[in-house]
């Protein structure tokens, strides 16, 4: 006899939000939930990758939905997150995924992108579990999985806005697992080192060598196996690296 159903959930059939779900992590993210049965809404702002993932997740066999807006507008997140819980019927996890790199020196980059790196990743992040936390409290339960990056554990040159936005995000997930865990709530913060994402190659951070570095793949894997965990169990912050870079 197994003993396996000790340790981990079944979470077929439950109901999942990853914001920047239509390329990069996000997308590898949502394509693994949805091979374990996981319906799963994807939201971001370029409509056409939003439609083709969608339609490679239906493809799986599970519902699934998006919404276009940018999640540094509180406003549009709000609706965009009702409006996908109401076609999903309900929310049992976010991945708060969606983000940008800008990186430059200090001196160089323009106080507007430094801002907006700034009000997309820590903004979003802050808007898009508020939004998600009134049908998680009504039901008893969920999951919110925030996507920091070990740049939020050590900032480095040319990435300020990117490391103090990631750093902020640590410690807003910190705070909000904190305060949601008597709610049966689990907060999950993950620092990821370079993946070799679509942001980290055009950023130049990495050649993305497969060989090599981390993939979204091994990322949304990653993802899957803390979701599965027994409901007893949090895994309150975690890293991935490559191994041999």
Do not use: C
Request: hydrophobic content about 40%.
């Amino acid at each position: 006899m197994s003993h396996e159903k000790y340790y981990t959930m079944n979470i077929n059939g439950k109901n999942a939000i990853v914001t920047g779900g239509g390329r990069g992590l996000g997308k590898a993210v949502a394509l693994a939930l949805a091979n374990e049965g996981v319906n799963v809404a994807i939201t971001g702002r370029n409509e056409e990758n939003l439609k083709n993932t969608v339609d490679e997740i239906q493809k799986l066999g599970v519902n699934s939905a998006y919404a276009v807006f940018t999640i540094d507008d509180e406003a549009a997140v709000k609706a965009g997150i009702e409006t996908l819980a109401e076609k999903l019927g309900g929310v049992d996890i976010l991945v708060n995924n969606a983000g940008i790199g800008d990186f430059g020196t200090i001196e160089e980059m323009p106080s507007e992108t430094w801002e907006q790196v700034i009000k997309t990743n820590l903004f979003g992040v802050y808007y898009a579990a508020k939004a998600v936390h009134p049908f998680m409290k009504a039901k008893g339960e969920g999951d919110i999985v925030n996507v920091a990056s070990t740049a939020g554990l050590k900032g480095g040159p040319n990435m300020s806005a990117y490391a103090a936005s990631k750093a902020a995000v640590v410690s807003l997930s910190q705070s909000m697992m904190a305060e949601w865990r008597k709610q049966n709530i689990r907060v999950i913060t993950l620092t990821p080192s370079t993946i070799a994402s679509d942001m980290s190659i055009q950023g130049g951070l990495t050649d993305g060598n497969p060989d090599k570095v981390l993939q979204p793949e091994d990322f949304a894997e990653w993802v899957r196996d803390i979701l599965k965990m027994n409901r007893r169990a949090l895994i309150a912050n975690g890293s991935i690296f490559s191994t041999n870079p």
